[in-house]
């Protein structure tokens, strides 16, 4: 067993928090741009918003103060331990929750496209637990606080394999974690958890940043998406956080270089007709 508090707490309780991972000027940038992009974006068709707030998708894109998510060593450390080397990110997004808000329904995540999707009928009911397939970490932009819209969740919850308790109101145990703005929530993607109703005044303010095992597949394709800049400026780690290195091959194995995620040289000439190039 790891001698790293987080860690620990993780493997029993199933979340942690990070302290201070982002510096007061990080912050009023970060807020700064994920209200701007949110500006920008409001109204154009697709426009993620809902009964809470407004999302914004692939924030790496969209200023430099959002390439932080995935160099932060503290919280790397943590996300690789649990998820391997080549874990990936699922998703680079900002939420915005309006005062006003309700409640929002516990979940686990990954029930979408990753490991909780409703199960086959041999499943009986059971989800896996037993392994981590993904970590979720929000960055909290502005101070979480209970009556303002924290995160809630509820320990220990990580390791039920019951898929039946999901939505069933108020469980015991719920926890709203109250968290200074910098702070980074780190929590494995089976945990019960929702964020909190909004009885405050000011927008609460977030970056989540999913992760997943390098096979589970994410909630965003981000090697569809991320902008050459920005993956050159990821650096050697890039090509694995933004799932290139495990897109399978659409070659045969020998034509395929596993470490750029690409056809070798010869073969380049395939990628012109693969829709995801
Ligand atoms: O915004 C929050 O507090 C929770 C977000 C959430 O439930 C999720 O990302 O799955």
Redesign the pocket.
């Known amino acids: 067993m790891s001698a790293d508090p987080h860690i620990q707490q993780i493997e029993l309780q199933g979340y942690t928090l990070l302290p201070a991972v982002l510096s007061g000027e990080e912050l009023d940038e970060a807020r700064t741009e994920l209200q701007r992009v949110v500006a920008d974006e409001r109204g154009q068709p697709g426009y993620p918003a809902d009964s809470y707030g407004a999302w914004a998708y692939n924030l790496m894109n969209k200023a430099r103060i959002f390439e932080q998510v995935y160099q932060r060593l503290a919280l790397l450390d943590v996300v690789r331990h649990f998820l391997g080397p080549d874990a990936q990110l699922s998703g680079v997004m900002g939420?915005v929750?309006l005062p006003g808000a309700p409640s929002?329904s516990l979940?686990c995540?990954g029930s979408l496209t990753g490991p909780f999707r409703a199960g086959a009928a041999a499943d009986d009911g059971r989800r896996c637990v037993s392994h981590v397939f993904g970590l979720?970490v929000?960055w909290c932009l502005t101070d979480f606080t209970g009556p303002g819209?924290?995160?809630r969740l509820v320990p220990g919850s990580h390791r039920l394999a019951t898929r039946e308790i999901y939505n069933r109101g108020n469980p015991p145990g719920q926890l709203a974690i109250e968290a200074p703005a910098g702070s980074v929530l780190v929590f494995n993607i089976a945990l019960w958890?929702?964020?909190s109703a909004h009885q405050g005044d000011h927008p609460r303010l977030?970056l989540?940043t999913?992760w997943r095992r390098s096979w589970v597949r994410p909630e965003v394709d981000l090697s569809r998406m991320v902008h050459p800049d920005v993956l050159e400026r990821a650096g050697p780690a890039g090509a694995a956080v933004f799932g290139l290195t495990s897109r399978p091959p659409y070659t045969e194995r020998w034509q395929w270089d596993p470490s750029s995620g690409r056809p070798k040289p010869e073969w380049s000439h395939l990628e012109k007709d693969d829709p995801r190039t």
């Open positions: 939420r929750v929002q979940h995540d979720n929000i819209g924290a995160t958890h929702g964020a977030a989540i999913p």
